[in-house]
């Protein structure tokens, strides 16, 4: 006589289960609560920008330029009358934007890269040599060039950063790739007549996404940084685009006079940047524990 199977666990319990758990992951890994939770502030704070009390950031008042920060003007107003709170808090979508896209689309290319790299023998040498040449220039002197090819806008500023950023993740990846190829279970597939489309996206894919997912974070602080940068020097962005970088650049010939243009829009920068690398420190931690701090 067979015993009776075990009953099924319920729907409470097993949410009662699940919530500890998400509790001991934030507890052991304080990064990535407190990352995330910075970043989905600064989400929030883009995707719902007219309902936050803000006004037309491009508007212009000439007769309430350079006003300091009050109860009527939260961050104070530019040279042109502009509210600066507005600004910032629009400012919050192009950063964003650029810094996700940027990421998303240097993962993706430079995974594509490394893959071909290091699995096919006779070309590592080639595209290794290529990627070397593009990392010999510093990634911010290299978007400006792209783009004194062509006019300023947030699609050609994502795609002269991502060129930018493709060779870390395809230099990841291919590391990555040279060690699982000489694995056993990777020989035993190639002996057993596996094609080498399959044994990528069964053995080598899975074992980069995680290497590639705390790279990706660090590409996207990266983004937004030289984002800034290419709208401070006048490369990025059209200057009536409000962008973080377009504010500082405003406001850095009045710096000493009224510091707040410049401070408010640095300061959102700041805390965007520091979540992001927040989050992927803690990504780090969580999923390769032997790079943890304390264990």
């Known amino acids: 006589m067979t015993a009776p199977a075990a009953p099924l666990p319920l729907a409470d319990e097993i949410g009662v289960e699940a919530t500890p758990r998400k509790r001991s992951y934030l507890r052991k890994h304080p990064s990535v609560a407190i990352g995330g939770f910075l970043l989905l502030l600064m989400i929030f704070i883009a995707v719902f920008a007219p309902l936050l009390f803000t006004v037309d950031p491009t508007a212009i008042a000439t007769s309430r330029r350079t006003r300091v920060p009050s109860e009527l003007y939260w961050f104070g107003t530019d040279m042109l009358g502009r509210d600066i709170y507005s600004r910032v808090v629009y400012g919050a979508r192009v950063s964003l934007i650029v810094g996700f896209s940027v990421a998303t689309l240097a993962s993706v290319i430079g995974l594509a890269i490394g893959l071909f790299s290091g699995f096919v023998r006779w070309a590592d040498g080639i595209v290794m040599r290529v990627i070397d040449g593009m990392m010999s220039i510093p990634p ?156």
């Not at 190639?190 to 399959?198: D, E, L, T, W, Y």
């Not at 044994?199 to 899975?206: E, N, S, T």
């Not at 800034?228 to 006079?257: D, H, K, Y």
């Open 140 to 295: 911010i002197l290299l978007a400006i060039a792209l783009m004194a090819l062509t006019r300023g806008s947030v699609g050609n500023v994502i795609l002269a950063i991502t060129v930018a950023e493709i060779p870390r993740v395809a230099r990841l990846v291919r590391s990555v790739v040279l060690s699982l190829r000489e694995q056993p279970y990777v020989e035993a597939a190639i002996s057993n007549g596996a094609r080498v489309p399959r044994i990528i996206w069964k053995h080598i894919l899975p074992n980069t996404i995680a290497p590639m997912t705390v790279q990706a974070t660090y590409i996207c602080a990266s983004a937004m940084i030289i984002e800034a940068i290419l709208s401070f020097i006048g490369a990025g962005v059209p200057p009536a685009t409000p962008s973080w970088g377009n504010i500082m650049a405003e406001g850095r010939a009045l710096w000493q006079v009224r510091p707040h243009i410049v401070f408010f829009p640095a300061l959102f920068l700041s805390i965007t940047v520091l979540a992001v690398n927040l989050l992927g420190d803690g990504l780090r931690d969580s999923l390769d524990p032997r790079l943890a701090k304390s264990i």
